[in-house]
């Protein structure tokens, strides 16, 4: 198919297979292509019995959209665009599961003694001394035995951290 | 790929700052704009002038276009307005909302409301242009005739036409190309083939 026949086609809507703005900006840009719209158009419109225009009404439009500002619009939010693009929602949902699997990954990994970090910050903290004489030994255990408890379900366990905390609690009671 | 999704195209076109894509849309719908302001505006030269204001405006007011209608509803909206304050402008009385919309131009089909006070070069000229593509619709083999009719008179779809022709959907596109093109041919002496000829 000749370019101009690809014109022709265009301008009955009957293009298919091609990518319509390509194909619009290449008759709009090529000099040759443009003429054979406006005349094919002008054929049309004759042969439905429109009268034409003068001969350089087209020029006399383009010589004053000449003198007229470049239009530079923010594309408009047609309605519809976004169900226009499918690979949107499918590249969200791809990102989300994504995210989703990243997390879990991260929660099954943790082996015991593998965040050797945190304890071993704690041990590099200088010790502030003996506890205050007002504190025994042993309610210092107490104290911390609570502590525990009552925070060991944020610790890190392993893969089971509900039941792995009961099992300590029952242990340590 | 409907009309309307091309004219949408060329639009959102226009709206990125392409004067071109706007200009073919000038192409198309000069006769149509032109036919409808004939009207109300007797004085051709006047049709031309007010259709010429019309385009413009249309086109400072293209970063409103949403596309909630098509095209050429807004633009022929675009026109009547121009008319009215163009007619009012001039002393004269403007068409009233009921005796016009811009809904009812698009289906107007009675060329006899014509208005046809051209200059005389300008009335040859149309007159030249009238009887090369109608004596050169004469001229075509059957085929290209009957497939160029049905497509821009009926105004039946490249299927429909297949069907009744009894050919393939690409026949019919090669014929339909085929008589534009021979008509094209005869109409270029006319019309001139530089850019600054265009129609």
């Not at chain 1, 008759?27 to 419109?45: M, R």
């Not at chain 1, 439009?61 to 939010?77: C, G, N």
């Not at chain 2, 949408?8 to 990125?16: C, F, G, H, S, T």
Request: charged share 25%; hydrophobic share 40%; with cysteine.
């Amino acid at each position: 198919m000749v370019e101009q026949e690809r014109v022709s086609a265009l301008m009955d809507g009957e293009l298919d297979g091609e990518d319509l703005g390509a194909r619009l900006k290449k008759t709009a840009e090529d000099g040759d292509l443009a003429q054979c719209w406006d005349t094919y158009h002008l054929i049309g419109d004759v042969l439905r019995g429109e009268n034409a225009f003068s001969t350089g009404f087209a020029s006399k439009v383009s010589l004053a959209l000449a003198q007229e500002p470049t239009i530079l619009a923010p594309r408009p939010p047609a309605s519809g665009r976004v169900a226009r693009k499918p690979y949107v929602f499918a590249l969200s949902a791809a990102a989300t599961i994504a995210g989703v699997a990243v997390v879990g990954w991260l929660a099954t990994l943790n082996p015991p003694g593998a965040p050797a970090l945190a304890p071993s910050t704690v041990a590099t903290v200088p010790s502030e001394g003996p506890i205050k004489a007002s504190m025994t030994a042993q309610q210092m255990d107490a104290d911390v035995s609570d502590y525990m408890m009552a925070h060991q379900e944020y610790s890190p366990t392993g893969a089971i951290h509900g039941a792995a905390s009961y099992v300590r609690t029952v242990s340590t009671r | 790929m409907s009309d309307r999704e091309i004219d949408q195209q060329l639009v959102e076109r226009a709206q990125r700052g392409d004067k071109r894509a706007f200009e073919l849309l000038v192409a198309k719908y000069q006769r149509k704009l032109g036919r409808l302001l004939s009207r109300f505006i007797r004085d051709s030269a006047e049709v031309e002038d007010v259709a010429q204001e019309a385009f413009i405006k249309a086109y400072r007011a293209l970063p409103s276009f949403r596309g909630e209608s098509a095209f050429y509803t807004w633009l022929y909206r675009i026109g009547i307005n121009t008319a009215k304050n163009y007619l009012v402008a001039m002393g004269r009385r403007a068409p009233t909302t009921t005796e016009f919309d811009s809904e009812e131009a698009e289906s107007f089909e009675d060329g006899d409301q014509l208005r046809d006070v051209n200059t005389p070069e300008a009335e040859l000229m149309t007159k030249q242009i009238a009887n090369t593509v109608n004596e050169t619709m004469l001229e075509l083999p059957e085929e290209l005739r009957m497939a160029i009719t049905l497509r821009e008179i009926e105004g039946l779809s490249y299927e429909d036409i297949a069907t009744i022709m009894n050919c393939p959907i690409g026949t019919v596109r090669s014929r339909i190309f085929r008589a534009r093109e021979t008509i094209a041919e005869r109409l270029r002496p006319l019309l001139g083939t530089s850019k600054d000829k265009r129609w």
